[in-house]
């Protein structure tokens, strides 16, 4: 059985200037800084954790070109899964294309969150929709398991490849750092949010504290670095796992020698469970919160219960003074 897992063909729908958005801090968050503009590197996290968690060997394609992905295709896959987000779908259908001409036989198999644009599936959704064998809505993991006849619920391994920060766009200081991932979805269910209406408005637990914690430490003997990134909508949400989690962070000798710190995501609400100085002990650095409006008191009700009992300005001021970098997402929407 061989099995190719891929993420869009080249080139992507460029940002701005031209630039294509796998730069994300560069071509988004920092855009426009000039040497403040940070490029990052980010790998297709979804696809390496499918392909590290079930039996047949797999390869796996990040960004390639349409040349190479054809000439893998050619190579001949019984299976050919790719992820996708919405801005890419018409890449995902020129590669359903390649695939059927080269390999008719291949059975296709989509994933993440761009699959939601099948909600509503007319005209070339409804194309691509019928050249896909199957659709996978959620977690790929248990998915792929169920279809080969594996243990959907056995324990996840995680060893996704090392992202970075370039400052100053010099390759000679790029910070490489762990990805890691706790839980997948929220069940906050704000209706403007793809993430969790993707995950069935649900949280999937992927890693318990003690299997994050002794990920962390595979990391730390094996590479020089100090600090992680923990994908996880709202990762604060669930106060016994970060209490758990941050207790065994903060009494390792390693990562007290390495000064390991980590940045996550969360909520107003989330955060005001806490006193500040427990998360910085528990090793956090920096967190990214969804202000969603600066007029959040105007906005529909399953925005502003995400603020209840909070000040945010408060929480932003508190979270700075105590060392812990913040960085906030605002939507903006016209008033119609
Ligand atoms: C990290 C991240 C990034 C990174 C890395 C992206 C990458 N190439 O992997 C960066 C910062 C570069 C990025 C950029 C962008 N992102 Co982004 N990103 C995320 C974020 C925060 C986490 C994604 C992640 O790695 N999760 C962890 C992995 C394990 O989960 P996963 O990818 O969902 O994979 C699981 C399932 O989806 C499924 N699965 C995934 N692929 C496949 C494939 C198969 C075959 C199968 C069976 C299953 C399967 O199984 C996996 C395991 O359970 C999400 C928000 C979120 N909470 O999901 C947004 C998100 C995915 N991004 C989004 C968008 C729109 C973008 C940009 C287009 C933004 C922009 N305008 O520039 C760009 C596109 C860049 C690009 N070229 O891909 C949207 C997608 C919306 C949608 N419905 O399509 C999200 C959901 C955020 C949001 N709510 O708006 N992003
Ligand atoms: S709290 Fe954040 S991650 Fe959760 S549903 Fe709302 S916007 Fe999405």
Redesign the pocket.
Known sequence: MRILLSSPIKPYPSFKDGRDNLHFNYANTTYGQDIFSIPTRMHSHGLHLIAQNIRPPVTVLENPTERIFTREIQSGYDIVGITFVLPFFSKVLEMARIVRAHSPRTRIVLGGPGVQCFSHATGKEADLLAMADDVCRGDGIAFMRRMLGEDADAPIRQDLPLGAVIPLRFKFLQQESITLISALG?????E??A??AFFGHRRTQIATPRELYETILRYLRKYQINSARILD??FLVDKSYVREFGELIRNDSLCQQRGFTYST?A?FTAISQYDVVDLVRWGISGILI?I?SKFVESLPSYVRR?LQGTNAIRTIQNLLDNGIFVEGSLIEQKPN
């Open positions: 929220c069940t906050n269910s704000c403007f949010c993430a969790s909508d709202n995501f909520n969804g969603e995400k």
